[in-house]
């Protein structure tokens, strides 16, 4: 069973910097595939990047290219997402996601973690 627990969200003023955690243990077979999602009040969940565990390959959404960056420490097991210059809208739950395909698609995730509150303030 795959388990993710996020961290690292809090209140943030706008233009400042985050980096959210996720610690990802008892991966199996065909989860090699680590992804960031966000959800904000009143819209859909909509994603965010995601990483190739083992090749380091990454693809991110449009909205969020040149702001966000995903990364791993393979010796610590965790995942990061980091956010540059914040932005009011960037106020979302933040999840990460766990899956065997390389794809934004949040269908393709199985393991999910329970969330992380990023709320950006002017």
């Known amino acids: 069973q795959v388990q993710l627990v996020e961290s690292g969200g809090g209140l943030v003023q706008a233009g400042g910097a985050l980096r959210l955690s996720c610690a990802v243990s008892?991966?199996?077979?065909?989860?090699?595939?680590l992804g960031w999602f966000r959800q904000a009040p009143g819209k859909e969940r909509e994603p965010v990047a995601a990483m190739n565990w083992i090749h380091g390959d990454t693809v991110y959404a449009d909205s969020v290219k040149g702001r966000f960056t995903i990364s791993k420490d393979t010796a610590k097991n965790t995942a990061y997402l980091q956010i540059i210059n914040l932005k009011p809208e960037d106020t979302a739950v933040y999840y990460c996601?766990?899956?065997?395909?390389?794809?934004?698609?949040?269908?393709?995730?199985?393991?999910w973690g329970q969330g992380t509150q990023v709320t950006v303030s002017l």
């Open positions: 996601a766990a899956g065997g395909i390389f794809s934004l698609k949040a269908d393709y995730y199985g393991y």
């Open positions: 008892g991966r199996i077979f065909r989860t090699d595939i």
